[in-house]
């Protein structure tokens, strides 16, 4: 029973909106899953998603806008006060989302929300988690859990898991914990249908993994990833239970990591897709293409230095797009491999230099064959000196780009900068102008010599 | 309790087993988790993996076989037999990662160890599993889950429960079906154990979304992320139930199609980090260089062909790493947010005719504003030819560039080509050639008339 969002279904709850036949557009929507409300809202037009927004149950809209995307969600709420967000939005919310939602709204807003949230006790649990740096475990956690007493019967805790379930959305696992709510470990509901009424919780209780509060995301991202975990429980410094994550929304904190480095090498700095305007795609894109012109200014000013040179030997220009893509492309590779391995915590055991060094190994493997196969080219097709610039400079080129590549995002790392800035662009625009550096200066030199 | 694989571990394994001091062996590896021992075995020289292997209790060493890098774990496999493979790793795996393992081995092997599984029953679900293709929902499930039929009570249920929940891992959901054992729906544990006993479970059941065996993993994995699923039962194209699918293994799918794009997209081929071999990364790398090389060997044609222009105006040089880079820069950040889209399933609902018209009014609006630099700068840095012939290319080149950009992957995925083909150094090496064409052009007409 998968719902496909397709043109005629659009165009025909349009035409229910602006008829305003209430019955026929609830009877469209209002059986279908939240994610699948979010995308509908997203393609409609803002007066027609408010229209919507208003006619559908407050449970349905409430989980459907924590599903919306950043600036669909930010249109439908700017017209909302603080009170209709907080009873028709927030109020229908686990925590982690609720804490989420406030944080985009402005500062004057959110207060107004905080204090119109029905029940005080989540109200306060929101405060408490807008108060975790958002790239944090604390900031991905909702404080919505299941917990029960070591010292408890089987008995007793289900007991207390029909107490605490109608707060709580989907859960495969009792958190247990002790007097002082230190984390003692997990228990699976498979174990506990399976237990025996009487056994004590301590006695059945299970290991588990944790992470503390201030734990990065992605670090938080790797481990569940790594140990196939469904949900992993936030402890504090002292080990108390503060909340759990759950593996839906490490699975968006991965997917958007990956996205945020491919379109960083792509050289798209901040959150876009298709479906965006015009205005925002171009705004993504004009800060890399201003570095990459800044680098063809630079390039220009390296090979202007040579103006003499060309106009004795103009042949020599026929190669500068080969090595400024050669050079390019070998930056990329190493870095991207870098960037790769840092993100997924993989590089291994080995040191920098080690790294490094290895790098330029390969490099120098793949120098040797393409300036191999150039030198060919050029042996027949053109004079000597250009072969011999060409095919050296090939070489040159290309361990440079290497060790530029393997570096660069390993320092920036250290430097506690993004490493994946070092891929794209910015690469391609260092060995642009160091390649014409390097080109032009052994073409000079050889045609001096041959 | 975390466990942080270092040097020093590692190497005090190393000499443990130099040793053969089993029980240090023991004592350092037998508590640990199996992802944590695939980290350990992956880091030792193949001799002491093996010897590692022997050792340890054959459940803990098979979950870790299936956690390893297949290259490892082909290492490891090689020199047992099929019977030792099928008794040591194959009897205590799931379905999906036996089969899995069983499909990476050469294929006389495959019917040695198939032979030899002490199971028949979990044999037979092994044979059924390879014969799904690999990127589909059946290659990717498991046959272990719990199933249960409507007409049960609460209390048979839980009973059924008891009796298959040794040979199923951990699970969270119970699948329920009817007398032809079509999926009916679900039953959360939670459900499960807030239940009365003798409630019937046709009452209770819940409605699930399923996927076919021949559905993509690809697609699955969407599903999966937007709907917010732990495990989804796969069904046969009558509605039988087949298998299920856990969301470990479905986050295993995102990462590793996010990995593949980004390698595409840097120029890289096939599956490697960096703690693979100079040989294999160079092999990863050379095609991509290639081509680079041959878009390089076509660009030169082209410039030399303009030779004595460059002669008379060498100055027309030194803007030809600014046009390459632009015109690629471009290509690659239009053909990236299609090549995520397309990923995401996120294009929205609109024609490629109006996505291309859109990039282009995009790429126009980026074009000019660079174009304007570019001519302020070169107004009081070069002549005046020079100033139109670069604004002028410019914007001809990042238009050619989005249509190209956007255009291609579009095609492609239209022609079952994985369309992250079309970004990285394929993208560029068109750009390149065209580039120099539309620059060189746009310049002796220029020169030509100021």
């Given at each position: 029973m998968r719902f496909e969002l397709n043109k005629e279904f659009v165009e025909e709850l349009q035409l229910a909106i602006q008829e305003r036949s209430d019955e026929s557009i609830k009877s469209m929507v209002?059986?279908?899953?939240p994610a699948d409300v979010a995308e509908i809202l997203g393609e409609l037009e803002p007066d027609d998603a408010h229209y919507l927004f208003n006619l559908l149950p407050s449970e349905l809209t409430a989980d459907a806008i924590s599903e919306l995307e950043e600036d669909d969600r930010e249109e439908l709420l700017e017209d909302l006060s603080g009170q209709e967000i907080a009873h028709a939005v927030i109020d229908h919310m686990d925590s982690d989302d609720a804490a989420d939602i406030i944080s985009e709204l402005p500062e004057e807003k959110q207060d107004e929300v905080l204090s119109n949230i029905s029940d005080i006790e989540q109200a306060g649990d929101i405060v408490d988690l807008l108060?975790?740096?958002?790239?944090t475990a604390g900031g991905l956690m909702a404080t919505e859990l299941i917990s029960v007493n070591e010292n408890m019967t089987v008995r007793n805790c289900v007991e207390e898991i029909r107490k605490q379930a109608?707060?709580?959305?989907?859960?495969?696992y009792v958190y247990v914990i002790d007097d002082q709510e230190v984390l003692k470990g997990v228990l699976p509901l498979k174990n506990l249908l399976l237990a025996?009424?009487?056994?004590?919780i301590k006695n059945i209780v299970e290991d588990i993994i944790s992470v503390k509060t201030d734990d990065d995301c992605e670090e938080v991202a790797n481990i569940m990833r790594k140990y196939d975990m469904v949900s992993m429980p936030v402890v504090d410094s002292i080990g108390r239970l503060k909340g759990r994550i759950t593996i839906d929304d490490v699975v968006d904190v991965i997917k958007d990591e990956a996205d945020e480095d491919y379109q960083i090498m792509s050289g798209i700095t901040g959150d876009?897709?298709?479906?965006?305007s015009v205005l925002k795609l171009t705004k993504a894109r004009i800060p890399w293409l201003l570095i990459g012109m800044g680098g063809g200014i630079l390039s220009s000013i390296v090979v202007k230095g040579f103006d003499s040179d060309i106009a004795l030997?103009?042949?020599?220009?026929?190669f500068m797009p080969m090595i400024g893509a050669m050079g390019g492309n070998v930056a990329i590779q190493s870095s991207s491999i870098i960037v790769q391995g840092l993100a997924n915590d993989t590089l291994g055991l080995d040191s920098a230099g080690k790294k490094i060094f290895k790098e330029m190994l390969g490099a120098l493997l793949n120098g040797a064959i393409v300036a191999t196969l150039a030198f060919i080219y050029n042996f027949f097709a053109n004079d000597f000196a250009l072969s011999v610039t060409v095919s050296m400079s090939l070489i040159a080129v290309v361990l440079f780009a290497a060790v530029v590549g393997t570096a660069l995002p390993l320092a920036f790392n250290r430097m506690k900068i993004d490493p994946a800035v070092a891929t794209g662009p910015f690469i391609t625009t260092i060995n642009d102008i160091m390649g014409m550096v390097i080109y032009f200066l052994i073409g000079c030199f050889c045609y001096s010599i041959f």
């Open positions: 209002s059986e279908l899953h108060n975790y740096d958002p790239d109608p707060d709580v959305g989907e859960f495969f025996n009424d009487n056994q004590k876009v897709d298709s479906s965006d030997h103009p042949v020599m220009a026929s």
